[in-house]
């Protein structure tokens, strides 16, 4: 379940005035049931780049393959790739109009032609893995907090059994607590229902503590792409294209200047105190 | 996919035409459309091919975008050419094969008349393509600000207008997003006939009736948290105010206008009989 680009280019509004390179020589290969997060400045080509992993938007130039399948050869059937790549838009609320959640949730199923009755079935699955509660089932979508309408709209993708999940921005306008649900959920979701996850955020705070893998996109090309720990290593670079390391890079960077022997690499608070710990008892020890 | 359709063709640069009040670009505009009818010989066109192209030259829009403003009026371009040039009697028959009889006076309306479509159109997508649809609209409310005296709220019209104008792109921008939503969700828009068609409009047009709502509720509150009350008495921050090339440009569109209609008219210059 693979999925690799090749030399991806494009360019939005070609021939017009408004013509915009969104995507260069963008190449990558996110192999099934890892975890990468796509980080980026506005503007830097991350949602336009994941409009190209479901087929909704034709590269210019390039060439995509799913599985090994040329996505853009002349019989490739592109709604079986969304039923298997279940893309969730910035903001998914916005795209709910059925009566109640429930028949929102089982829009998806419905399109991929299963019964009335399995239809039911995996959207009630996938209400329950987003652990939005039985009592709303039959509420309007639209009588909903934003919390749990973003609940509702991830849920409608997730009812669909993608093999890949992509997420542009899921936790955007949320609070602290909501995005912490949010995210311990995609989390928890990648390792039991064995899905790949690819999630498009311009926080580092937010992805650091789950990724297995960062790609960090500025002007449309990929500056980066690595484990965490290796693309925060180059804090000084991200900054100077908007993006920052987590908070904790900085003061373990700080302490180690100011003679502490902490790892410079710890990328999660928990890590991070791990770390401080230690060297305050390598200290104490050695006096 | 949506994005391609653009309402408002505004082309951004940096020219003199771009930078003229759009009172003048309205006005003269209408000026130059009212020369085009007054003519009566080859003279005053070549006038106006010499007013259009210097202006289209000045304002350093693409030729090709001007162009392409004519794709829309091809075929009634083609009708008015063929009647025209098929049915006009007078002067001395050109062509006469079966039923089909081309006159001299046929060919040379048929020629004249498809000039003056063309510049016609091109001049005043020249004006869209310069102006932003928002300042346009704040020309007109200025040019039509004498008709408050007989109660017309002309300025309600033109912030109407202007918030109009400006939801359009927000809203096409919007059913694009909700559009790639659904079809990521499997929807099918293409197929099945037209009951099947209709319906699957229903998961675009709700949330985008929902999100439209949403939007103009905000504005409107918006509006009101900063004190809108209507027109009277409101001012401008960047108030219409004639500057140098202003008058200029009103003056060589006058000359213009002038010689064209004295050229076009009275100067006994003709290629064909008109």
Known sequence: MSIKLEHINYVYSEGTAYEKHALKDVSLEIPHGEFVGIIGHTGSGKSTLIQHLNGLIKATSGALYYNGENIYGENYNLRELRNQVGLVFQYPEHQLFEVNVLQDVCFGPKNQGLSPEECEKRAREALQLVGLKEKYYDHSPFDLSGGQKRRAAIAGVLAMRPKVLVLDEPTAGLDPKGRDEILDQIAYLHEKADMTVILVSHSMEDIAKYVDRIIVMNKGSVMFNDVPKKVFAHYKELESVGLAAPQVTYIMHELKEKGMDVPTDATTIEEAADGIMKALKKERAAK | ?274
Request: proline share 5%; net charge positive.
């Open chain 2, 1 to 274: 996919m949506i994005r391609d359709i653009t309402i408002g063709q505004y082309y951004p640069a940096d020219s003199r035409i771009h930078k003229l009040d759009p009172r003048v670009k309205i006005v003269c505009t209408l000026l130059y459309l009212i020369s085009l009818f007054t003519f009566k010989s080859i003279l005053g066109y070549v006038l106006a091919t010499v007013f259009l192209f210097g202006c289209i030259k000045l304002s350093k829009v693409p030729f090709k975008f001007i162009v392409r403003g004519l794709k829309p009026i091809v075929i009634l371009l083609l009708i008015t050419v063929g009647f025209n040039l098929f049915l006009t009697p007078g002067g001395e028959t050109l062509v006469h094969v079966g039923f089909i009889k081309i006159t001299e006076y046929g060919l040379s309306t048929a020629v004249y008349m498809a000039i003056r479509l063309i510049y016609l159109i091109m001049g005043s997508s020249l004006m869209t393509l310069t102006t932003t649809p928002n300042s346009l609209t704040d020309g007109l409310e200025k040019l039509l600000h004498p008709l408050n005296k007989l109660h017309v709220p002309v300025h309600e019209i033109s912030m109407m207008m202007s918030i109009a104008l400006r939801f359009i792109p927000i809203l096409l921008e919007e059913t694009d997003k909700i559009m790639k939503a659904q079809i990521a969700r499997g929807a099918d828009m293409e197929s099945g006939n037209l009951i099947q068609k209709a319906k699957a409009m229903i998961p675009i047009l709700v949330p985008l009736f929902v999100s439209a709502f949403r939007r103009a509720n905000d504005l409107a509150m918006a509006m009101e948290a900063r004190c809108y009350r209507g027109g009277d008495g409101r001012t401008k921050m960047k108030p219409l105010i004639y500057k140098s090339t202003d008058h200029v440009a009103y003056l060589i569109t006058i000359l213009y206008v002038v010689a064209a209609f004295v050229v076009g008219r009275y100067v006994p210059f003709k290629l064909w009989i008109f």
